[in-house]
């Protein structure tokens, strides 16, 4: 009674106000993540109004939605502790039995707020400005489904839709990302655009952020930063539990740790353990272009004989651990006993990193107290233990609205265009419109007409190119390791680069040390691209072909043009700009 009378004051609020409108979000259900989500919103938006929607999924043996006052009291789904959330976020709340996913057969236009009984709802998000709504229940179909059905509401329909976003919790398949790329670049779509939110990827890309830096491959590995190169045979890395966060934890590992020794390439090796691996091998293997020598993918839960033997005969040469278990309580174990272990038995100077993916909020506290006081207790021991991937920083402002990640790539690709080989058009006023020109619709429309491939192969590449600048921002952190990039010397530095020629490579100023250093980074940057491109399932052709997956640029370094090396050469030039920036 409270919530609904709540509403209607505000829906009378929100018409006389509508000339200057109010932020909406608005979450269809109650669960951790979007309690979290809405917290942080609070946070850093306290004008923006917030709304839950509780949702019972029920129906009348009729088919017919009842909302009489006993039918609703006796379906409220909401636990005690949520109930207290919500009072705390001072958040709007209302209630139905069925979610928007309940007209995904509809065709036509429907007025799904009006069907689902949301009449205060649906008159407070018409008057806003903007209205996010988010789906982040646990339930990937239900939540891909209702905001398919939002699309097509005609009350949203009726308004701009640029004024409208849809943030859906779901994993980044194959088919799922096709939902979030066309609702961005579909020419022919005029739906409200839809952003996946996949907690698998975000949770490693976490780890390769400035703040997570210690959690970086180049951590764990002897770096000459005289020259960039790094001191080791191999990596050699572990991922337990091959589910979607431990595939994205061996995209990560894989193209993070393409270093350059004195030899060349350093090899890398990684072994990746999980009882159910013969179901996910197959097209695994066939979606990248890592060679059997390089993955060694096993079919062994972490308490197995295989998995133990393994881990024994390597544990001097292993570099990094990364565990994706769903159960925190039996990963946090094994990372106490694998670290122990490797106390026991480890030699040599390189200190063992084993990251621990938290899945469940409410052991976050726990699993970080536990981290934390053996770190201490065993620390100059030669291994530690990280937690990463907790709930608390990922369903937050800075990763979901904001998208720190993607603002960052804009600014990289800003200034990498200001001396790219091929910019031969006038530089944009700022990063977004520059990015907008280099990857939104007008650029997919025109690679279309200039290859004559199709839409989706159009946006596959558009994505490709945009995940480079991902890529590169996030690598920064890397790249200044190997180089021993710091405040003393950065300046100097960037004067070195300023002396290069965009479509060379060579620096006419610093010192031939300097010089080398530069180059082999420049060398670092392309076995980084060659990795990330093997991910994706290219491999090396004459001609480029974006349907076969064939690219030229996949090649040693020794064996590229001068114009094809300074790509890397340019990367890296803005990698020092963008450090010296930070710095001042």
């Excluded at 990937?140 to 701009?160: C, F, R, Y």
């Excluded at 943030?167 to 398949?173: E, Q």
């Excluded at 539990?241 to 894989?254: D, S």
Aim: glycine fraction near 4%; hydrophobic fraction near 35%; include cysteine.
């Amino acid at each position: 009674i409270k919530s609904s009378l709540k509403l209607l004051i505000h829906r009378w609020s929100a018409a006389n106000k509508r000339e200057t409108g109010e932020n909406i979000h608005l979450f269809w259900g109650i669960n951790k993540a979007s309690l979290l989500m809405a917290k942080d919103i609070k946070k850093h938006k306290s004008s923006d109004t917030i709304i839950f929607v509780d949702i019972d999924n029920e129906q009348s043996e009729s088919g017919e939605n009842q909302a009489s006052l006993t039918r609703l009291a006796n379906t409220i789904t909401a636990t005690n502790s949520e109930i207290e959330g919500l009072e705390e976020l001072d958040a709007l709340v209302d209630h139905c039995l069925n979610g928007p996913d309940f007209y995904n057969n509809t065709t036509s236009k429907i007025d799904i707020f009006r069907e689902l009984g949301l009449n205060n709802i649906k008159h407070i998000v018409a008057a806003s400005t903007s209205t996010s709504f988010y789906f982040f229940s646990d339930d990937e179909e239900s939540n891909i489904l209702g905001g398919l059905s939002l699309q097509k509401d005609s009350t949203l329909a009726s308004g701009a839709l640029d004024k409208y976003k849809i943030f859906i919790h779901a994993s980044k398949t194959a088919g799922h990302e096709l939902l979030d790329s066309h609702s961005m670049y579909d020419t022919r779509a005029n739906a409200i655009e839809m952003k996946l939110i996949d907690s698998s990827y975000l949770s490693v890309a976490m780890l390769k952020m400035e703040e997570n830096k210690d959690c970086l491959p180049v951590k764990s590995v002897t770096v000459d930063t005289s020259t960039g190169l790094v001191d080791s045979k191999e990596f050699i890395s572990f991922v337990i539990g091959f589910g979607t966060t431990g595939r994205e934890a061996l995209k990560f590992l894989y193209e993070f740790s393409a270093f350059i020794g004195k030899d060349g390439k350093i090899p890398f090796k990684c072994y990746a353990f999980d009882k159910n691996m013969e179901q996910m091998e197959g097209y695994f293997r066939n979606s990248i272009h890592l060679s059997n020598d390089e993955l060694y993918l096993i079919n062994a839960s972490s308490d197995s004989k295989i998995f133990w033997d393994t881990y024994h005969e390597l544990v001097c040469r292993i570099n990094q651990i990364v565990i994706t278990i769903k159960d925190d309580n039996k990963a946090l174990s094994l990372a106490v006993n694998l670290l122990k272990h490797a106390i026991r038995y480890r030699t040599g100077n390189n200190e063992l990193k084993i990251l621990v993916r938290c899945y469940e909020n409410h052991n976050e506290s726990r699993m970080n107290t536990v981290a934390d006081n053996l770190n201490n207790s065993v620390k100059g021991c030669g291994a530690k233990i990280y937690i990463f991937g907790q709930e608390s920083m990922l369903y937050t402002c800075d990763m979901i609205l904001s998208d720190k990640m993607l603002k960052d790539a804009m600014i990289f690709n800003y200034e990498y265009a200001k001396t790219s080989p091929d910019q031969d058009k006038k530089l944009e006023a700022s990063p977004l419109d520059q990015w907008k020109k280099d990857f939104g619709k007008a650029a997919v429309e025109k690679l279309q007409r200039d290859t004559g491939i199709s839409l989706h192969h159009a946006i596959i590449e558009i994505n490709r190119q945009k995940e480079q600048n991902i890529s590169n921002s996030l690598h920064k952190q890397t790249k200044m390791v190997l180089m021993g990039l710091n405040s003393s010397n950065v300046k100097h530095f960037a004067k070195i680069i300023e002396s290069r020629d965009s479509k060379s490579i060579e620096y006419t100023n610093g010192s031939d040390t300097h010089k080398i250093l530069l180059h082999n980074l420049a060398r670092t940057e392309k076995e980084r691209w060659n990795a990330s491109h093997k991910l994706m399932g290219y491999s090396y052709a004459q001609n480029k072909d974006f349907v076969l997956l064939h690219h030229p640029g996949i090649d040693q370094w020794d064996n590229c043009d001068e114009w094809t090396r300074s790509y890397d050469c340019n990367v890296v030039d803005t990698t020092i700009k963008l450090a010296q920036t930070d710095e001042e």
